[in-house]
């Protein structure tokens, strides 16, 4: 039965997900031949004219990023408020599935959909730098490759292990405002505003604490001399990782807790 929720949940969001993940590509594209004509210098365009190109550029392909991963902040939110708060938790609360299914199934789908926004983001912007570099006879990808060489294997694993823990933290940390606006009887969307804000900003303090890199350590001498950023042996994720489990745990717990013993649908 989870694997139908799943099914359902991503099979619902798809088409909004895939309507602005092309969109975004198209426009890569689009910015890619525009920027490549730039930077190659067309006679018939002055450097001010270039300036002024380049910024509406920039503009745009910024506005299509923000406006994919709101597309996606606005329907993970508004898709577990309705189904699980909303008037579609009548429906969704007969199901015959236990609510850890129910709540899981929101969770991967909303994960799932964040990763498709992240990757979407980096695609688009390969995309723009292939284009403008191929213009200049320049293999943008070869550069990439030098910089994850430098990086290193443990590094860049180590970072997207954290990047997971975190958007999944993120994640429920919406869901857990939600939640605990749900438990006021009156004013709850703007009560789960206020919690998540007052949420946000208490984690956020207390993961400033967590001595995930020593910049003690770092140094440009050391920085040109190392042949891989894990050579310089700075970077220390295991309070991260720990202190992003310690958040998902009891906040999974609190929307489990709220949804079963204080669901009070209207």
């Given amino acids: 039965m989870f694997g139908k929720l799943m099914k359902y949940e991503l099979k619902a969001t798809s088409k909004?997900?895939?309507?602005?993940?092309?969109?975004?590509?198209?426009?890569?594209?689009?910015?890619?031949?525009?920027?490549?004509?730039?930077?190659?210098?067309?006679?018939?365009?002055?450097?001010?004219?270039?300036?002024?190109?380049?910024?509406?550029?920039?503009?745009?392909?910024?506005?299509?990023?923000?406006?994919?991963?709101?597309?996606?902040?606005?329907?993970?939110?508004?898709?577990?408020?309705?189904?699980?708060?909303?008037?579609?938790?009548?429906?969704?609360?007969?199901?015959?599935?236990?609510?850890?299914?129910?709540?899981?199934?929101?969770?991967?789908?909303?994960?799932?959909?964040?990763?498709?926004?992240?990757?979407?983001?980096?695609?688009?912007?390969?995309?723009?730098?292939?284009?403008?570099?191929?213009?200049?006879?320049?293999?943008?990808?070869?550069?990439?490759?030098?910089?994850?060489?430098?990086?290193g294997a443990s590094f860049i694993i180590q970072f997207i292990v954290y990047y997971l823990l975190t958007t999944l933290s993120g994640i429920l940390l919406l869901y857990c405002a939600i939640a605990l606006g749900h438990l006021f009887s009156n004013s709850r969307i703007v009560m789960a505003i206020v919690i998540g804000f007052v949420l946000w900003v208490g984690l956020s303090l207390i993961g400033q604490l967590l001595p995930v890199v020593n910049l003690d350590s770092l140094s440009i001498l050391k920085l040109l001399t190392s042949s891989t950023l894990d050579d310089l042996d700075i970077v220390n994720f295991i309070p991260a990782y720990i202190y992003e489990i310690v958040k998902i745990i009891p906040m999974y717990f609190t929307i489990r807790y709220v949804t079963k013993y204080k669901l009070n649908l209207q």
């Fill in 16 to 151: 909004w997900y895939l309507i602005v993940a092309g969109g975004c590509l198209v426009l890569s594209i689009f910015m890619g031949v525009i920027g490549s004509n730039v930077v190659t210098g067309a006679s018939f365009i002055s450097n001010n004219t270039k300036i002024i190109i380049q910024l509406v550029m920039t503009g745009i392909f910024f506005a299509g990023m923000v406006a994919l991963n709101l597309t996606n902040f606005f329907i993970i939110i508004r898709r577990f408020y309705n189904n699980i708060f909303g008037r579609e938790g009548y429906l969704t609360w007969t199901l015959p599935v236990g609510s850890h299914s129910i709540l899981l199934a929101k969770i991967f789908t909303a994960f799932i959909w964040t990763l498709f926004c992240f990757l979407t983001v980096i695609l688009s912007s390969s995309i723009v730098s292939a284009i403008i570099g191929t213009s200049q006879g320049t293999n943008v990808f070869e550069i990439l490759g030098s910089m994850m060489d430098y990086l």
